[in-house]
């Protein structure tokens, strides 16, 4: 299966929000309701932010928020703050035991 | 407090085999699949496969069948990907990953391998 298309980068002023989309296709991200995002910090492990499509994880700001509609997801993180700076990716399951990732995107406050 | 912890760097030259590990703890191993995942230099998350340690059911993306394999030693709580024949552009940073319900929850530190002649 082919990644998911992300933009390359993003960016916005501490404050402000950003929104990232993450196109698929109707096998992927159209038709599953098991969309995560990650953030990864350079040489560090990626860390999940959020899963199926818009719930966060015990300790994540809620400034992280996911959507869905058709075949494109979006994280959107309002309130930008300086540690938001990070590459940012989506995954979504593919059906029978597959996960498919986005391109990424670098995010720069 | 789950934890994945995996091997440290690997230095190897074209042609070499490599089996790198990933030991979790703190839940339990068996009944969490466990999923590989590359990053290449400077480029995005690839996902590799994923296995069942509790009867070692796996499954590999298209892209990575018959190029590496993966395994787990639930006695040990390990899981392991292995490659027989090494090239350059395995050169990466691998990772592993519990996978929760459709996501991947846990994430190991990652293991860089690095195949130059």
């Known amino acids: 299966q082919s990644a998911l298309t992300q933009p390359p980068s993003a960016s916005g002023s501490r404050g402000q929000s950003v929104t990232i989309s993450c196109t698929g296709t109707?096998?992927?991200?159209?038709?599953?309701?098991?969309v995560s995002w990650y953030q990864q910090y350079p040489g560090k492990a990626p860390k999940l932010m959020i899963y199926?499509?818009?719930k966060r994880p015990s300790g994540v700001p809620d400034r992280f928020s996911g959507s869905k509609s058709g075949n494109t997801a979006s994280l959107t993180v309002s309130g930008l703050q300086p540690e938001d700076e990070a590459d940012y990716y989506c995954?979504?399951?593919?059906?029978?035991?597959?996960?498919?990732f986005g391109t990424g995107t670098t995010v720069t406050v | 407090e789950v934890q994945l912890v995996q091997s440290g760097v690997e230095v190897k030259k074209p042609g070499e085999s490599l089996k790198i590990s990933c030991k979790g703890s703190g839940y339990s191993f068996n009944t969490h699949w466990i999923a590989w995942v590359r990053q290449m230099p400077g480029k995005g998350l690839e996902w590799m496969g994923i296995?069942?340690?509790?009867?070692?059911?796996?499954k590999y993306s298209p892209a990575f069948q018959g190029q590496v394999t993966i395994s787990a030693d639930k006695s040990i709580s390990t899981a392991y990907l292995q490659w027989n024949t090494l090239k350059a552009s395995d050169t990466a940073m691998y990772f592993c990953a519990r996978r929760r319900d459709h996501r991947h929850d846990f994430w190991g530190q990652g293991t860089r391998v690095i195949v130059s002649s």
């Open positions: 296995i069942y340690p509790d009867d070692s059911d796996t």
């Open positions: 109707s096998s992927d991200v159209g038709g599953s309701h098991y």
């Open positions: 995954s979504s399951y593919a059906g029978r035991n597959n996960f498919v």
């Open positions: 199926e499509v818009n």
